[in-house]
């Protein structure tokens, strides 16, 4: 474990936390003046490999070259000039800072970060680090990567769970729940929406299904996989035969066949590193997802259609009826699927260019 510091003094700035991957939802802005909760679990923290926040490039003032250097091989509104690396902990965990009043700059309910640090050491004043928890932004806290420095503690992390051990473990991310909003005067100050970790985590597998599509029809597992993905995939690729198809593989899950093309495969919560396909399947295109959301496709819960009545059945603990279904087709979040496509050297194909290049309009059309 560790703890985080103030690279100015030393005075400490969280409690002890473990390490763990970075949600693929950490930059997600969700609907509008909707309220979404703490983005990390108390006790983890994440690190963001590449830059982000203020200061920001248009990008027609970078240069081409530079940006293919960054992985970057598509137009971006703008990119992030700020140092890489910044820390992402629940706000629950922080400690010793104080918030800077000339810096709480908000978009609309809360601080959005748009000003660079909002909080300091309290110890000797240094920015340290940014609050979000503006609507439709995930509430978190965000050290500076230039600004704090990373202590072991005592109590070393152990080693990361085995797949077994996570399977086991079965933490799922449920497909729909409630999503609050604000001041509802009349009727419930919620609504039943497809989860935003779901519209977060479809939206960069979606960017790598059309990157392994190459050009062709994309089939994928019967069930809540169809519901999710085939309808963008059958209006942004070709109709026609031959399709290449995607299976669902992982821990606990038959070996594919050697007919899989691609194979959708769960990320390790802790480390970030994808499920590796063993067998027939290794030269299939790898497409991740996160291990709550793959979870839930590989081994779906089953759900009672009514309440059942009488004694309960053997292995079932609870009789409620299912969770209620949104009222509208499952879109993945745009946002996630540019940032992904554009990251991926395939996206240089022009068929394949054309399609971050008009998302607007795919926007429109209810696709995202």
């Known amino acids: 474990m560790f703890v985080f510091v103030c690279a100015g003094c030393g005075a400490s700035l969280t409690t ?17 003046g909707l309220q979404l909760p703490v983005l990390m679990e108390s006790g983890t923290f994440a690190e963001d490999p590449e830059p982000w926040g203020p200061p920001w490039q248009r990008w027609e ?15 971006v509104y703008a990119l992030s000039d700020g140092a890489p690396g910044s820390i992402v902990i629940a706000p629950g965990d922080a400690c010793g800072t104080v ?65 077994a051990e ?26 039943w929406s497809w989860s935003p970790q779901w519209e977060a ?22 069930g809540l996989s169809k519901e999710v993905f085939q309808r963008a995939l059958d209006a942004l690729l070709p109709a026609g035969p031959p399709a290449r198809r995607a299976v669902m593989a992982g821990p606990g899950r038959p070996t594919a066949g050697t007919d899989a093309d691609i194979v959708i495969v769960p990320t390790h919560p802790q480390t970030g590193e994808p499920w590796t396909a063993v067998g027939p399947t290794t030269t299939a295109y790898p497409v991740p997802l996160p291990f709550g959301v793959w979870l839930w496709l590989a081994f779906p819960k089953p759900h009672l259609p009514v309440p059942a009545s009488g004694g309960m059945p053997a292995g079932v603990l609870r009789d409620d009826p299912p969770a209620p279904r949104p009222r509208f087709s499952f879109r993945a979040d745009p946002g996630a699927f540019q940032h992904t496509l554009v990251r991926l050297p395939a996206v240089r194909s022009p068929w394949l260019r054309e399609i971050p290049e008009n998302l607007t309009q795919h926007m429109r059309a209810g696709l995202f």
């Open 16 to 32: 002890p936390v473990s390490q763990v991957a970075l949600p693929a939802h950490a930059h997600q802005k969700y609907g509008n």
């Open 166 to 191: 996570l399977l086991a473990e079965g933490k799922c991310t449920p497909p729909f729940e409630p999503i609050a909003t604000w001041g509802a005067r009349l009727g419930p100050n919620h609504f």
């Open 99 to 163: 918030l800077i009043p000339e810096r709480a700059g908000g978009y609309c309910c809360g601080l959005d970060g748009a000003d660079g640090p909002n909080m300091a050491c309290e110890a000797c004043g240094l920015p340290v680090a940014s609050r979000i928890d503006d609507c439709s932004l995930w509430q978190a806290v965000w050290l500076a990567p230039n600004a704090v420095r990373r202590l072991p503690v005592d109590g070393a992390d152990s080693a990361p769970l085995s797949w």
């Open 61 to 75: 003032e970078i240069d081409p070259d530079e940006a293919v250097a960054r992985g970057i091989y598509a137009p």
């Open 201 to 222: 985590a479809a939206g960069r597998a979606l960017a790598h299904l059309l990157a392994a599509s190459e050009g062709q029809p994309v089939t994928v597992p019967e």
